[in-house]
């Protein structure tokens, strides 16, 4: 086994570990009740080697300081390097830490929760804040942003709702699959259609999963499902016939796409669980009597249950109505200011 070690610099402290540990213990060998005797130590970690001050190892109350003081019984080798039987790799991070008080933290999450535990090993509470103010941020901008799934395949599609624990809307959208030129009015709905889906995901973002696929044979088609199922579907495309030529049209049939939308609400595993509409049920599914309950009070709390549900859908609907009156404001503000 080989490592390298040398003196002063953040850099020149770490070196990455060679031989990774799974845990710290003392083993046979010899011991010392204490090393504040001395200024310099010697530490090797997991068969990477650190040499540093006894000053930096004590800055916080932690471990590190406790095999300092002699209350913590280390095992030092015939060289004199305290042996610690842990993984090395982020050993260097936690004594950049000790000496600056602050360093920057990687964004991938595993390798910030490996940091997370090695510095609750060391029980270095300024750097577990710190990694834990790290995840909560991560956290924040991943709920912060909309993401939305492109189909690549049917195969893919449907492992995606079966597998999805929240209702799903899929938006189909492809204009160039049409054997027939579009109405005048097409495009603009067209256009309509795409602009709701991305309101109906600001909106229910965090409720339900849409998807889009722009691969299918639909022009557009909203498709909606719950629990693995389709519920209902809103083709938005038709043939007509014009004078001596059929034409396709698109249509933006607003209402009605709202109205699925608030229908698969009810299929919330966090509000129906699994059997979706046996919510609707007096009892409810869960609701399973418990010791010295009665009947009378298991159907009062699936009342219960059944009635934040509507409560929670008329907030939803009202939402959406105002949604869609801002938006025919709108349209009538942009059709004076044509005239």
């Not at 709702?161 to 109405?183: D, E, F, H, M």
């Not at 709390?301 to 907030?315: A, K």
Request: glycine content about 8%; hydrophobic content about 35%.
């Amino acid at each position: 086994m080989s490592a390298e070690a040398s003196v002063g610099g953040h850099d020149a402290d770490s070196v990455r570990s060679v031989v990774p540990q799974p845990a710290c213990h003392s083993t046979d060998g010899h011991r010392t009740p204490g090393l504040m005797g001395s200024k310099y130590v010697k530490l090797n970690v997991g068969g990477s080697l650190h040499y540093t001050t006894i000053q930096t190892l004590s800055k916080e109350d932690s471990l590190l300081r406790s095999i300092c003081t002699g209350a913590t019984n280390v095992t030092i080798d015939p060289e004199g390097w305290v042996v610690l039987e842990r993984s090395g790799r982020h050993f260097g991070l936690v004594l950049n830490f000790l000496r600056d008080g602050s360093v920057p933290l990687p964004e991938d999450h595993r390798e910030l929760d490996e940091i997370l535990k090695e510095a609750q090993f060391y029980r270095v509470q300024g750097l577990i804040q710190h990694c834990l103010n790290a995840m909560q941020k991560q956290q924040d901008v991943f709920e912060s942003v909309c993401r939305i799934p492109m189909i690549t395949s049917a195969k893919e599609e449907q492992k995606m709702i079966a597998t999805c624990r929240k209702p799903v809307v899929k938006l189909q959208n492809n204009r160039g699959n049409n054997k027939y030129s579009y109405t005048s009015n097409s495009d603009d709905n067209l256009l309509k259609n795409i602009e709701l889906f991305d309101k109906l995901v600001l909106r229910f973002n965090n409720r339900v999963l849409f998807v889009k696929d722009v691969l299918g044979d639909e022009i557009c088609c909203w498709s909606f499902y719950g629990e693995g199922r389709k519920i209902a579907e809103v083709c938005c495309t038709s043939i007509v016939y014009a004078t001596e030529k059929k034409q396709t049209k698109v249509e933006f049939p607003e209402a009605r796409i709202f109205e699925e939308t608030l229908n698969i609400l009810i299929y919330e595993n966090n509000r129906s669980g699994p059997g979706g509409l046996h919510l609707l049920d007096s009892r409810g599914s869960g609701s399973s009597l418990g010791a010295g309950q009665s009947e009378e009070e298991g159907a009062a709390g699936g009342d219960r249950r059944v009635r934040r549900i509507h409560e929670t859908f008329i907030r939803d609907a009202m939402r959406l109505v105002s949604l869609l009156e801002d938006n025919g404001t709108a349209a009538r503000s942009l059709t004076d200011r044509s005239r």
